[in-house]
């Protein structure tokens, strides 16, 4: 139980163009959702929280406009990263909170490279 | 600010010997602490996790040990297989989550 899906696995997309990146609780409820930014061999880094029905919660230093989360249902949350530059290109993951306290239940990531 | 990170970066062991992955951190205040495991290109794992009125907790194979005199943390690993190669990172709370850089165990055939 507590699988997380994210689609796509792998994105490849031009300079100026905006990507969509989904965030699935297949098996639970995810009342909160959290997305990471991985950069080669390092930690993952939080970027926002999200609660159903609300506005996500940034990190610091995290463009809401540029990084636009919705999380418009308890099973699904979506990353959208507006016109995307090199810089964005990244390793995207989401994770949901699970139905134990303080567990969270990761997706396999979605490989994000801006060319 | 306050942080949780991991003592070594790498460790390598040999296949079947028991391996120790260790995590300090420093919010006293901390009442949940979970390992995780990521292999290479996927999203973290849960391991086990351990809240702060235990001082250990074992699974499968795994044993998570808590010292919150000193504020450490371990992840033990018995007869360390293959397939326990990855990187290891511990995390505590859950609303308020942070990683540490993690370790790299690598298990030698």
């Known amino acids: 139980g507590a699988v997380v899906s994210q689609h796509p696995s792998r994105v490849i997309c031009k300079s100026g163009t905006s990507v969509k990146i989904e965030c699935r609780s297949l098996?639970?409820?995810?009342?909160?959702m959290f997305w990471y930014r991985q950069f080669p061999k390092k930690s993952l880094m939080l970027m926002a929280t999200s609660n159903e029905g609300s506005k996500a919660t940034y990190e610091q230093g995290v463009e809401k406009d540029k990084f636009l989360i919705n999380h418009a249902s308890l099973t699904l949350s979506t990353l959208t990263v507006t016109s995307a530059h090199p810089e964005d290109s990244s390793f995207y993951i989401c994770?949901?909170?699970?139905?134990?306290?303080?567990?969270?239940?990761f997706g396999p990531g979605t490989r994000l490279l801006v060319l | 600010g306050e942080s949780v990170g991991l003592h070594l970066p790498t460790l390598s062991v040999q296949e079947g010997d028991n391996s120790i992955i260790n995590c300090a951190y420093s919010?006293?205040?901390?009442?949940?602490f979970i390992w995780y495991k990521q292999e290479s290109g996927k999203g973290p794992q849960f391991i086990i996790d351990i809240r702060s009125n235990m001082d250990k907790r074992q699974g499968q194979r795994v044993t998570v040990l808590l010292n919150k005199t000193v504020k450490h943390l371990s992840l033990q690993i018995a007869a360390t297989q293959p397939g326990d190669s990855a990187v290891y990172f511990c995390?505590?709370?859950?609303?308020?989550?942070?990683f540490g850089a993690g370790t790299r165990l690598t298990v030698k055939p």
């Open positions: 994770s949901g909170a699970g139905p134990h306290f303080g567990t969270q239940y």
């Open positions: 098996d639970f409820q995810a009342t909160t």
């Open positions: 995390a505590e709370n859950w609303n308020d989550m942070r």
């Open positions: 919010n006293s205040a901390s009442d949940y």
